[in-house]
């Protein structure tokens, strides 16, 4: 039976952490490195393996709140070492749960910025309480999902080193799968005297090719709004080549470049290697980029840009 909930009342829309130390340095920066992680509920890698124990009820929770506890960790000395990639000023998590028994009760997203001294937003998905999921594809269907009536949810964040103004929440069309919502939402970084504009977005696996194209076209209506200098980024989940070309096709007919090759592994799955998760500009200056690996906290690895901004890339 389907429990009938009311929407996310507009003070659950958006959830804000204040955990960061003022950047001393910020007013004279103008070079900045940005991260997008879908860190998958800080799950681990073995989504496959994963799913066919779960589906075999071989699953144990007992020990699920230490493991999301060390993942949780493991991000964060990644995002900040400067080992796997250089540390972090600006991340976007896709997958970010809040309170889920399949995380333990943790809050990534608040988690992890403790620990990084970052500043936060949370957009939670709204998961609809009831909604039975269908079988959809099967390579589709080894996810975890949130049980039917677990308080807690899951979404999207933007954490940042630097000060975070004007946040958007957008909710993108998601009618294949009513039991998921799809979000993505956007917010302004302050880097001195210039402006920056973060779009995170994470687009459903489920949708064939012109179902996540609808999606990116309400982000990119969104992002035609701004002057500022833009990234569009985030889990495209383009899982096949013909979505890799035509997410790549729409966003760049929009004027923005993709700052890495097609075909750039950012997520495995018994020895699968995919393209699913992409960083766009416009107005900066990409100055190196890379994949991180091999960080174990999820089945994707994040994806990074150290990016220049200055009067003349507006």
């Not at 993505?184 to 696996?205: C, K, S, W, Y």
């Not at 013909?242 to 799955?269: D, V």
């Amino acid at each position: 039976m389907v429990t009938a909930i009311p929407p996310l009342s507009d003070a659950e829309k958006l959830e804000f952490g204040t955990n960061g130390k003022p950047d001393v340095n910020s007013r004279s920066r103008n070079r900045l490195v940005i991260a997008s992680y879908n860190i998958r509920y800080a799950r681990g890698p073995h989504l496959i393996s994963g799913g066919v124990l779960r589906k075999a009820g071989m699953m144990n929770l007992t020990n699920r709140p230490t493991l999301i506890a060390e993942h949780i960790k493991q991000a964060a000395d990644a995002f900040s070492a400067g080992r796997l990639l250089p540390k972090v000023d600006v991340l976007a998590l896709q997958e970010a749960d809040k309170r889920t028994v399949r995380t333990g009760g943790h809050h990534v997203a608040n988690e992890l910025a403790t620990l990084l001294e970052m500043n936060w937003v949370h957009a939670p998905a709204g998961i609809p309480r009831g909604i039975k999921p269908v079988a959809r594809q099967w390579w589709l269907d080894f996810e975890e999902p949130i049980e039917l009536h677990d308080p807690g949810d899951t979404g999207v964040a933007l954490l940042s080193k630097l000060p975070l103004t004007d946040v958007t929440r957008i909710d993108l069309p998601w009618m294949e799968c009513p039991w998921r919502p799809r979000l993505a939402m956007a917010g302004t970084i302050l880097i001195g005297e210039q402006q920056l504009r973060i779009f995170n977005a994470h687009v459903d696996p489920h949708a064939a090719a012109n179902g996540q194209l609808a999606q990116l076209e309400v982000i990119a209506e969104q992002a035609v709004n701004t002057s500022l200098p833009t990234i569009i980024l985030g889990d495209f989940n383009t899982l096949s080549e013909k979505k890799c070309k035509e997410t790549r096709r729409y966003i760049e007919s929009k004027g923005y470049k993709s700052a890495f090759p097609s075909g750039t592994a950012t997520w495995r799955g018994a020895g699968i290697r995919l393209h699913a998760d992409w960083v766009f500009t416009k107005g900066v200056v990409v100055e190196r980029w890379g994949v991180a690996k091999p960080l174990n906290v999820s089945d994707h690895w994040p994806v990074w840009v150290e990016i220049s901004i200055n009067d003349s890339t507006n």
